[in-house]
């Protein structure tokens, strides 16, 4: 059963950091194309970042943003530095096939900026 664990998540300051983590389980971390998404508040959800061996990022998080992965450990990472208020939201990572959807969430980790 795949599974997919967020953590990482709190309340910070604008201009503050947080790094967000996933843990994966119960398929090949390399086989599985990861994605961080988010959701603010009576929004949908939208796409951050994705990592398949190169790196993707929505133009609102590039250049703060910074998807990493631990393959030893089956673990992506989303380090958020220059957070600002609208950042604020529930942060989910995801997993997909190569040429797939992201068939595979986690939970989700509440990040709040305050003003």
């Known amino acids: 059963e795949v599974q997919l664990v967020e953590s990482g998540g709190g309340l910070v300051q604008t201009g503050g950091s947080l790094r967000l983590s996933c843990a994966a389980s119960?398929?090949?971390?390399?086989?599985?194309?990861m994605g961080w998404f988010r959701q603010e508040e009576r929004e949908g959800v939208s796409y951050i970042s994705t990592?398949?061996?190169?790196?993707y990022y929505t133009a609102s998080v590039k250049g703060r943003f910074t998807i990493s992965a631990d393959n030893a450990k089956n673990t992506v990472y989303l380090q958020m530095n220059s957070l600002k208020p609208e950042d604020t939201a529930v942060y989910y990572c995801?997993?997909?096939?190569?040429?797939?959807?992201?068939?595979?969430w986690g939970q989700g980790t509440q990040v709040t900026v305050s003003s």
């Open positions: 990592s398949d061996g190169s790196t």
């Open positions: 119960g398929f090949v971390f390399d086989d599985l194309v």
């Open positions: 995801a997993a997909r096939a190569q040429f797939g959807k992201y068939d595979y």
